[in-house]
């Protein structure tokens, strides 16, 4: 594993990982408390095109201006991400997936996802599109059961579109069908999108609980918090479109009337104080719509935020005390 940069080089772009972390080029030799990797592509639709391939070097780009700060007292998290109340973390690089194979791409999300939990470390995979949390959330066959937290507009609960099954619209819909997850909680849905009525009656049925981005607006983030249950294992997926879109235009469908980042924060410290936070992924980012860059910040800080709180060591008081 390479070793970080602790001196401030204003020429130095600190591109090449996460904040400047450690890199794991083998996931074999993996010895970390969490590890980022790219999934550029998993199972688009025709048409679409792989607009989201470049999420995870456009993520990296947008925190190399705090590479040289990694040390720094962080107020989200109650330190720096380098203080030892943290495990290791570090950025394993981007997977080889294929713009044309796509039950390849499943295959070797789901590998890389493997091994980094048989080495005992929590994932973070950035998509890539929509479909990637499908092959992540099959990775964990076998180590439930787990309660998924996804937060997106949209509730993909569709089972197939044009007879694809793995695509973006289809992603809840395949995670309840995995014995291993025993709880769908679902936050941040408002406008249009791929579901009919029938989808949202079939999400009902199975038992997912369906929180509104108006209902959060109205009630605040305790109700999320409140469907999970205490001491469970818990997933998170998350949709860049959750997000209003006056802060996060960098997405497929835009949409006003979103959760905030601070929701989104709020939610993410109150799942691991409350519940056990097994992982963590985000999608649907496009840098190709990210006007000043500011939309690739808003979300690379919420991995950083997430990376935090998955190796927290036991015993660390979230955020500053009054």
């Known amino acids: 594993m390479s070793q970080m940069k602790d001196v401030f080089d204003p020429n130095s772009s600190g591109e090449d990982t996460f904040l400047g972390l450690p890199a794991c080029d083998d996931l074999a030799d993996l010895e970390a408390a969490v590890a980022i990797i790219g999934a550029p592509i998993a199972t688009p639709y025709p048409g679409f095109g792989n607009f989201s391939a470049t999420t995870a070097a456009a993520l990296r780009s947008a925190m190399s201006y705090y590479t040289p700060l990694s040390r720094h007292y962080d107020f989200e998290i109650g330190g720096s991400l380098l203080d030892d109340q943290f495990g290791p973390v570090v950025d394993a690089g981007d997977l080889a997936t294929s713009e044309s194979d796509f039950a390849s791409n499943r295959t070797i999300i789901t590998s890389a996802v493997k091994q980094i939990l048989q080495a005992g470390a929590a994932p973070i995979v950035i998509g890539g599109?929509?479909?990637?949390?499908?092959?992540?959330?099959?990775?964990?066959?076998?180590r439930g059961p787990f309660t998924i937290l996804q937060f997106d507009a949209h509730i993909d609960w569709r089972d197939e579109v044009n007879g694809e099954r793995y695509g973006l619209s289809s992603t809840m819909r395949r995670a309840s069908e995995m014995p291993w997850i025993e709880r769908i909680v679902q936050v941040g849905m408002r406008s249009m999108g791929s579901a009919r009525r029938g989808e949202v009656e079939d999400a009902l049925a199975w038992g997912a609980k369906l929180i509104t981005a108006q209902q959060v607006h109205r009630e605040g983030f305790q109700p999320v918090l409140d469907l999970i249950p205490a001491d469970s294992n818990v997933l998170v997926t998350f949709d860049c479109d959750v997000l209003d879109s006056s802060i996060m235009p960098a997405v497929m469908s835009p949409t006003p009337g979103g959760l905030t980042y601070w929701d989104v924060v709020e939610i993410l410290q109150g799942v691991a104080t409350k519940a056990h936070f097994s992982g963590f992924n985000l999608v649907e980012f496009m840098p190709a719509r990210d006007r000043d860059g500011t939309s690739a910040l808003t979300a690379a800080r919420l991995?950083?935020?997430?990376?935090?709180?998955l190796a927290r060591k036991p015993g660390l008081v979230q955020g500053l005390q009054p």
């Open 129 to 142: 599109d929509d479909s990637v949390p499908i092959p992540v959330f099959q990775a964990f066959e076998g």
């Open 303 to 309: 991995i950083f935020n997430a990376a935090a709180l």
